[in-house]
C-alpha cells in the first residue's frame, strides 16, 4: 500500500468513524417514525449517514411515500415538531457514551498519527458533536474541530471539512478526511482533500463519491497506519 503523499492532517468525520453513533441516530429515528406510522426501512436508515438533521426527514418522508405510498403532507411547525422529538430521542441517548464506545481501531489509529507528527481534527455534520467528543473524552487530542452548528451547507458540499482546513491553518490538498458516508466522501473529493471511506465498496460505488483508500472498518485501517501514515 502506498504513502498517503505530502499531507499534514487527518479530519475523521464523527458518526460511524470514531464512534457508532450512527446506530444511535437510527435507534431515535426509528423512534419518532413508529410513532407517527411512517414506514422506515434500514435502506433509508442507511441514506442518513452524514445527513444533516432536516435532510434526513425529508429522505425519511421521501422514501416513505415512494415506497409505502405513505402519502401525510406535514405542515413546517409539524416537520420541525418531529425533527425536535428526534434530536431529544437522540441527546437521551447520548449520556450512555462513554470512551468505551469509540470504535474498535480508532483511538490507536488518532493516537499513532499523532505520533507521527500530523495534526488531527474532527469535521461532523452534527449539531451534537461537542457532547459526542466530550463524552468519548477525546478533545483534549484534537487541534481543530468543526460540527454542524458552524456550517450553511452540508454534506455533499465541501464547506465542514475546508472550515476544518482552515481552522488548522492548512491547505485543503494537505488535508486527509476519513469519511463513513457516501455524502462524506463525495465532500472530502470536491473540497481537494485525500479521501478514505469506511465501509463496504457498493456505499461507494457513485463516481464522485469514490475515496482515495477505502477499508472495511477502522481496524483493518488501522492494521494498515504504519504502511499509510
Ligand atoms: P444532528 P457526522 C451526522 O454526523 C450523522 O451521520 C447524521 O446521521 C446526522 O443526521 C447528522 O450528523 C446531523 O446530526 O441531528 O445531531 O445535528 O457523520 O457528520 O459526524
Ligand atoms: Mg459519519
Known amino acids: 500500500m502506498e504513502k498517503i503523499g505530502n499531507v499534514k492532517a487527518v479530519i475523521f468525520d464523527l458518526d460511524g468513524v470514531i464512534t457508532d453513533t450512527s446506530s444511535l441516530h437510527t435507534h431515535a429515528w426509528r423512534r419518532m417514525a413508529d410513532e407517527e406510522n411512517i414506514p422506515f426501512d434500514d435502506e433509508t436508515a442507511d441514506k ?27 405542515t413546517q411547525e409539524e416537520f420541525n415538531e418531529l425533527m425536535e422529538r428526534k434530536n431529544s430521542y437522540y441527546v437521551q441517548s447520548l449520556s450512555a457514551v462513554t470512551p468505551e464506545n469509540t470504535l474498535p481501531g480508532a ?47 452540508s454534506k455533499p458540499n465541501p464547506e465542514v471539512f475546508q472550515k476544518t482546513a482552515d481552522k488548522l491553518g492548512l491547505a485543503y490538498e494537505q488535508c486527509v478526511v476519513v469519511e463513513d458516508a457516501a455524502s462524506g466522501v463525495k465532500s472530502a473529493n470536491a473540497g481537494g482533500m485525500v479521501s478514505v471511506g469506511i465501509g463496504p465498496e457498493e456505499r461507494f460505488k457513485d463516481n464522485h463519491g469514490r475515496p482515495n483508500l477505502r477499508f472495511d472498518d477502522m481496524q483493518s485501517f488501522n492494521a494498515k497506519k504504519e504502511e499509510i501514515f
Open 107 to 153: 483511538k490507536e489509529l488518532m493516537e499513532f498519527i499523532k505520533s507521527r507528527g500530523y495534526k488531527i481534527a474532527v469535521g461532523s455534520s452534527s449539531k451534537n458533536a461537542e457532547t459526542v467528543v466530550k463524552n468519548l473524552k477525546i478533545e483534549n487530542e484534537l487541534d481543530a474541530m468543526v460540527n454542524g452548528t458552524e456550517i450553511t451547507h
Open 48 to 74: 442518513l449517514r452524514g445527513v444533516s438533521r432536516r435532510k434526513s426527514l425529508e429522505t425519511i418522508l421521501k422514501d416513505a411515500k415512494d415506497k409505502y405510498n405513505f402519502d401525510k403532507n406535514y
